[in-house]
């Protein structure tokens, strides 16, 4: 079901840290958005002549800024325990760096760095399968997008 569709460093997100990219409560799936949607790409060296109207621009080989990515991540699991564990061992490989983030759905491998969370629901018991659920949107930076 959610298994085999994000990866972290090579390594099944919902099988290893119970977490997985999330729908908004709306129903819309933000993440995709996000993570097919171009990055800028760099301005184009131009030259002005004062005695020709416009500009004249090189745009022969175009390059991209580094981007922010937000992206909406839940966990699911069983209990307390396993929800200390798996948070513990989610928030030690946010840290550790750059993160390799494969998402199936776009057939694509991000290189990204933690930068921020500005958003969590906090914990809370499922009605109908008593299973603990958390809610993160967490800020990433792509310093070298590839598109």
């Not at 919902?14 to 760099?42: E, H, I, M, Q, W």
């Not at 798996?86 to 694509?108: A, H, P, Q």
């Amino acid at each position: 079901m959610r298994e085999g569709k994000l990866f972290i460093n090579d390594k099944d997100a919902y099988t290893n840290y119970g977490v997985f990219l999330a729908k908004d409560r709306g129903g819309t799936y933000d993440n995709l958005s996000a993570l097919l949607t171009p990055p800028p790409a760099k301005r184009h060296t131009t030259v002005d002549y004062r005695e020709r109207d416009g500009e004249e621009a090189d745009v022969s080989d175009v390059r991209f800024e580094a981007r922010d990515i937000s992206l909406r991540l839940a966990m699911i699991v069983d209990g307390e325990q396993e929800f200390r564990t798996k948070y513990k061992n989610f928030i030690d490989v946010l840290k550790s760096g750059m993160i390799n983030m494969r998402v199936t759905e776009t057939g694509k491998t991000y290189k990204f760095y933690y930068q921020s969370c500005p958003g969590m629901v906090m914990k809370t018991r499922l009605k109908t399968t008593g299973k603990l659920a958390a809610m993160w949107t967490i800020k990433f930076r792509e310093p070298k997008p590839e598109f």
